[in-house]
């Protein structure tokens, strides 16, 4: 069993910038594949960014070149550096955990709320 706890959220100003973390219970994090979801209010939940154990990372489109994941297998926690931050990004942030590929994801964090006002 993984458990994973995210930190980081608040409120910001458009342009701003904000570092979510995510900590994991679990001894070989570095075997997990991570990835960062988010869920705005009335919309299904999407994948922002996802970072494989071996470090590759993946964005979409609406982020690439603002936000940067990364991980510290050493800390068992990955990151999200989110940076010109817009009033779309608005969201519940979730934290997900998988030893398999692709997008489905076996552990899941509470989630922390994102903010950004115009």
């Known amino acids: 069993q993984v458990q994973l706890v995210e930190s980081g959220g608040g409120l910001v100003q458009a342009g701003g910038s904000l570092r979510l973390s995510c900590a994991a219970s679990?001894?070989?994090?570095?075997?997990?594949?991570m990835g960062w979801f988010r869920q705005a209010p009335g919309k299904e939940r999407d994948i922002v960014a996802r970072i494989s154990r071996s470090g590759s990372t993946d964005y979409i489109d609406s982020v690439k070149g603002r936000f940067t994941i990364s991980r510290d297998n050493a800390k068992n926690t990955v990151y999200l550096q989110m940076n010109s931050l817009k009033p779309e990004d608005t969201a519940v942030y979730y934290c997900?955990?998988?030893?398999?590929?692709?997008?489905?994801?076996?552990?899941w964090g509470q989630g922390t709320q994102v903010t950004v006002s115009s």
């Open positions: 997900a955990a998988t030893t398999k590929g692709g997008l489905l994801y076996d552990y």
């Open positions: 679990v001894r070989t994090f570095s075997i997990y594949n």
